[in-house]
């Protein structure tokens, strides 16, 4: 039902060398990233007929971009019938439209240009709604009134810069140029976006909330621009911060960039993914007109504009005393013992401009982020006034906080990622399914696509048996599936049940017990020679060593009550450990009790 066509641009013009300044270089000194990866998911019909995904027509076409080097670039922009007056050809057969919107980023004039037509079956409205409607409790029509209102019913609106933002962005929904077929019925959506800059290799779990978000914009028909910060990564944010963050090298910068646009990717795919093929069942909804979603890196609009060029457009519309008033700036400022850098004062300039120039070229209307980043969006907002003439909005999301006060997505103080090569699926399937009771109805809410109604059945379950952790198993599932797939998700439940269990460990493979173990302590053992007068060890002393039992004597008690384990397999009796303990060649798991695990690594 949808058709993704992955486009890449690349940009390789060097931006020239301002030798007048070093204070603010890292914004324009990088080179372009080359392969700067966007995303352009074309909306698509379905047959009203029940669905077969091989009677589905998609449309999707190749957009061009700038290269760095300033030539034009066309990105798709895909237009989608919104709204309940339709015309009887559009309830015969949805015409849709893309629209392709020439643009130079540098530019702030943007042109509509040669569109494209295809016409085929469409669901109603009316089909809609008996499917499930949307995934916030089932609007008849997508559009920005049922994307506002399933934020609200969600408890996902922290702050908003105007109260009817539903009605904004339905009214910002623009006639296409349909030329002899200008009935009114085709609209270009406007655009939503909100930034992640590249402070690691990995977004984190915390970063899902706005990910999600930005999901269910698509969902109600409003594209979505995830954008990556390769300029105002290398400024740095200081929001939320007494101390200025330490500067990235170029290689550091771009591999976080891939990280987090991977990331991006594949969390979006999935979700929207899901929103087809679970079908119209409470846990799911059909979305037959997603709308597109973009990922660009914002040094594309920097690398070939020059320092002196940039000060001059922006500067006069900026003033110091309002930018020093900002919560964060203002709270550093006047701190006797934090510094404000100029470098950190000119982030609030580079994010508001983001905003500028994502209305400039793709018509983007509103900007979502944390809490923290009020003062950044209402600056974006003021720019955009004061240079374009017009008014755009933001809206700020909760900061996700567990019952207990902690900050949600850190485990022991370390971050849960969203990358497997740095949280394994298993470990956050863990994560998650340890959630407070308190905590499991706004996590589902906040991050997940169950409708409203369908947490609050899951609560239901979950009050009726808690002990079940029914509430933390779905929330655990639909993250899992969200994150990486649905193939990992079976693979964590699997895993997770085999130690519930205690099935023995040699099911594993070495790389699974790695996972498994891989923050567990760990003790090292010289590996016995093959001669017969080379020694094993005993289990008493290899207890003793891993720091299970204090003393031989509490091991040999702890073996006689049956409270040893080698390989999760019960120890009956005090013996010697032999090469068939070793797993794979590397190592013995030992466990005393029910958790407490240590890894012998044969040395």
């Known amino acids: 039902m949808l058709a993704a066509r992955m486009l890449y641009a690349v940009g390789g013009s060097e931006c020239k060398a301002l030798a007048w300044t070093s204070v603010i270089t890292t914004a324009w000194g990088a080179q372009s990233r080359e392969g700067i990866r966007r995303w352009t998911v074309c909306a698509t019909v379905s047959h009203p007929h029940p669905v077969h995904h091989h009677h589905h027509h998609s449309l999707a076409h190749h957009s061009r971009m ?42 702030s004039r943007s042109a509509l240009t040669s569109s494209t037509i295809s016409t085929s079956a469409s669901r109603t409205a009316a089909t809609a709604t008996a499917t499930g409607g949307s995934g916030g409790g089932g609007s008849e029509h997508m559009g920005g009134a049922s994307l506002i209102a399933e934020l609200k019913d969600r408890g996902l609106i922290f702050n908003v810069t105007a109260d009817d933002m539903g009605s904004i962005l339905d009214n910002t929904f623009r006639p296409a140029e349909l030329g002899s077929e200008g009935d009114g019925v085709l609209h270009t959506s406007p655009a939503v976006y909100c930034g992640f800059d590249p402070t ?21 028909g409003v594209r979505a621009i995830f954008v990556v910060g390769g ?51 409470a846990k799911g909804t059909v979305h037959p007109h997603p709308a597109s979603f973009e990922v660009v890196d914002n040094m594309s609009w920097y690398t070939d504009r020059g320092f002196i060029q940039f000060l001059a457009e922006v500067g006069p519309l900026f003033n110091v005393k309002t930018m020093l008033g900002k919560h964060t700036m203002k709270q550093r400022f006047e701190s006797e013992t934090e510094s404000l850098t100029f470098l950190e004062l000119t982030y609030q300039v580079l994010q508001a401009f983001d905003f500028l120039e994502l209305y400039r070229t793709r018509g983007c209307v509103l900007q979502i982020g944390g809490s923290d980043q009020w003062g950044n969006i209402t600056a974006g907002c003021e720019l955009v006034r004061k240079s374009a003439n017009t008014t755009v909005h933001g809206l700020t999301l909760p900061l996700i906080v567990t019952a207990d006060g902690v900050k949600f997505g850190k485990s022991a103080g370390n971050a849960v990622w969203l990358d ?56 655990a599932r639909e993250i899992v599936r969200l994150v990486h797939g649905q193939a990992h998700l079976e693979r964590a439940e699997a895993t997770s049940a085999a130690l519930f269990r205690g099935d023995p460990l040699n099911v594993f493979d070495a790389v699974e017990l790695q996972d498994l173990f891989a923050n567990a302590p760990a003790v090292t053992w010289p590996l016995p020679g093959t001669e017969a007068k080379d020694e094993w060890p005993t289990l008493v002393d290899l207890a003793v060593h891993a720091g299970l039992s204090g003393s031989k004597k509490q091991a040999r008690r702890s073996i006689a009550a049956g409270g040893l384990y080698v390989n999760n397999v019960k120890v009956e009796t005090e013996r010697l450990l032999s090469p068939t303990d070793i797993l794979h060649n590397t190592v013995t798991v030992l466990r005393a009790g029910k958790k407490n695990y240590v890894v012998v690594k044969w040395l």
Request: proline share 5%.
């Open 66 to 107: 700038t290269d760095g080097s300033g030539s034009a670039v066309q990105p798709a922009v895909p237009c989608v019938c919104q709204g309940p007056h339709r015309s009887r050809r559009a309830q015969r057969g949805l015409l849709t439209r893309s629209v392709e919107r020439q643009f130079n980023p540098f530019s």
């Open 420 to 475: 497997a090569d740095m949280t394994s699926p298993y470990h956050l399937y863990q994560f998650l399914v340890n959630t407070a009771d308190a905590d499991i109805e706004k996590l589902l809410l906040h991050l997940t696509l169950l409708s409203p109604a369908k947490v609050a059945d899951v609560m239901v379950e979950h009050s009726a048996a808690p002990h079940t952790r029914s509430g933390q198993h779905t929330l």
């Open 200 to 220: 690691a290799r990995s977004l984190h779990l915390g970063n899902l909330i706005a990910i999600m978000a930005l999901v269910r914009c698509t969902l109600h």
């Open 231 to 281: 300029a105002t990564g290398q400024v740095g944010d200081p929001s939320g911060r007494s101390t200025e963050r330490i500067m990235m090298d170029k290689a550091t910068l771009a591999l976080n960039l891939d990280g987090i646009t991977s990331t991006i990717d594949r969390i979006v795919s999935n979700a929207r993914a899901a929103t087809i093929h679970r079908g119209p069942d």
